[in-house]
Structure formats: C-alpha cells, structure tokens
C-alpha cells in the first residue's frame, strides 16, 4: 500500500518539495484556501497528453477534471481549475467536496498520485461568548481524501491535536476540556480569562512518520473585555449622563422660541395682508 512511497507536502509550515518518478503525495490545506497538485516526472511532460482524474471514496464519485491537457466543461470545479505551465493541477476556494484522490496520467500511465485533504476550524460558541467568564468552543476538523471527515471503519493515518501559540499540546484540565467527535474532528472547549484576549490557538496534523503537516491558528478577540454583573453594573460617566438629560431639555426650549418666532411672523404677515386689502 502507501508506504516509504508516500511523501507529505507540508502546507502553512514548512514548505517541501516533493520529486518522485512513482509515489504518492499526501497533501493538506484549509478550507477555502488554494492548493497546488503536483504532477512530477523524471522527464518534461507533454501537458498536452495529461489527463486528471478525482476520485472521492465516501461517495464513490469519479470524474475526468481534465482531458489531453484541457479542463473538463462538466466538471463542477471547472471554474476553479486551472492547468500550471509544469502540468499540476491548481485548484482555487477549495469546498469540502474537493478533498479526494487526484491522479496525474499520460497515456493512461499514472505519474503521481495526490491525495488531498482538507483542514477547517469551526465554532459554536455566539459572539456575546467572548468575554472573561463565557466559554468558547472550537471544532477542528479534517475533511479526509478517503470519506471527507467521517473516519469510519479504518484507522486516521495522523494525529489530530490542539496546541498552545508556544506550540505545547494541550491537555484536559480545570478550565479546558477536549471532545473527539470521531477520530477526524476534535473539539476544544475553554472557559475564557482576561489574558485569552487575543490568544493564538493552533489546531494542528501529525503523521506518525513525518511530524507536523499541516496547522490552522485562531486568535480569539474579545466583544466584551468585562461581563457587567449585579455587584459591578455598567456605568456611564458623568459626563454622557449630563449630555442625555441636558439635550433633551435643549431640543425643547429651541423647539418653544422657535414656534413662537413662527406666531409672531404668521401674525404680522397676516396683519400686513389685511392693510393692503383695505387700500
């Protein structure tokens, strides 16, 4: 099977370059970014004789995304391919759907094979959730080559972690709990601290064989820096108190000179009509 053949294209980290005259790339990256499919040779390829095929085990979908060098008009990502001058295959908003095996060929001889899949952290948590005492939690999750994040039936081949911006793992503890949905998803949960404002957090891929894959990071960014309580209420200065009652109060007494400045006017044009209508 996959063995001393595979090779990880490291995204986000370290970049690798990855040159194989038969083999396997296992490839990373994050949902809606970019990816690059690389299609190496010993020899300069003719991209006019090259054809990518997609395959997508959970679904069991196959598909031609291009043929003889040119991207296929039926392929639903055929606005989204484009064929690089070295003849890999860049594919641009990558969606859940993209993650799967893709296969180099020329005349029907495979010269590499990619196997893409795909990193995404979401959150449950509300934005009123991110303040000092509120709880945030953030879902990592990899959409796999083989059944796009379900895990089911065989072994992940990586490791799945959250980490801290210093790169230590983080653990189980007193104010953070960590929940694997299924062997792809892996969810962290925090009670926040003041100090968590604009803390980094890194979901991050590991291969037994190759250390670190792949990471995305978060940064969590406080709406509220304190959460108002019954002993600590929310106070407005003296000044903003002052402005909301005086204005009112100003708006009034224009508004009240104002309509009698309009009288006066209505009834001195009105006492001006009645002269010129008895001359």
């Known amino acids: 099977m996959m063995s001393s053949l595979i090779r990880f294209l490291l995204v986000g980290l370290l970049p690798t370059v990855v040159r194989c005259s038969r083999g396997a790339v296992l490839l990373y990256s994050r949902l809606g970014g970019d990816a690059l499919l690389p299609c190496y040779s010993p020899v300069p390829l003719d991209c006019s004789s090259i054809t990518w095929t997609f395959y997508q085990g959970g679904r069991v979908r196959f598909t031609e995304e291009v043929r003889e060098?040119?991207?296929?008009?039926?392929?639903d990502k055929s606005s989204r391919l484009t064929l690089a001058s070295n003849c890999s295959l860049a594919v641009r908003d990558l969606v859940v759907d993209d993650a799967g095996s893709y296969h180099c060929k020329t005349h029907q001889q495979s010269i590499t094979a990619v196997y893409l899949s795909l990193l995404a952290i979401t959150s449950s948590s509300t934005v009123t959730e991110l303040q000092p005492g509120g709880r945030i939690a953030l879902s990592c999750t990899v959409f796999t080559y083989y059944d796009t994040g379900?895990?089911?039936?065989r072994p992940a081949p990586f490791d799945l972690t959250w980490a801290s911006e210093d790169g230590v793992t983080l653990r189980n503890g007193t104010r953070q709990e960590l929940i694997f949905s299924t062997r792809c998803s892996l969810t962290l949960v925090t009670k926040l601290r003041r100090e968590d404002n604009n803390r980094k957090l890194r979901c991050q891929v590991s291969s037994q064989e190759n250390g670190t894959a792949a990471f995305l990071d978060f940064t969590?960014?406080?709406?509220?820096?304190?959460?108002?309580?019954?002993?600590?209420?929310v106070q407005l200065p003296i000044s903003r108190i002052v402005l909301c009652v005086a204005l009112p109060v100003?708006?009034?007494i224009v508004s009240f000179f104002t309509w009698r400045g309009d009288r006066k006017r209505a009834k001195a044009f009105a006492a001006g009509m009645e002269l010129q209508e008895m001359n």
């Open 250 to 252: 100003m708006v009034l």
């Open 69 to 75: 060098g040119r991207v296929s008009a039926v392929s």
């Open 220 to 233: 969590s960014a406080f709406l509220f820096q304190t959460t108002p309580t019954a002993q600590n209420p």
């Open 150 to 153: 379900l895990c089911a039936g």
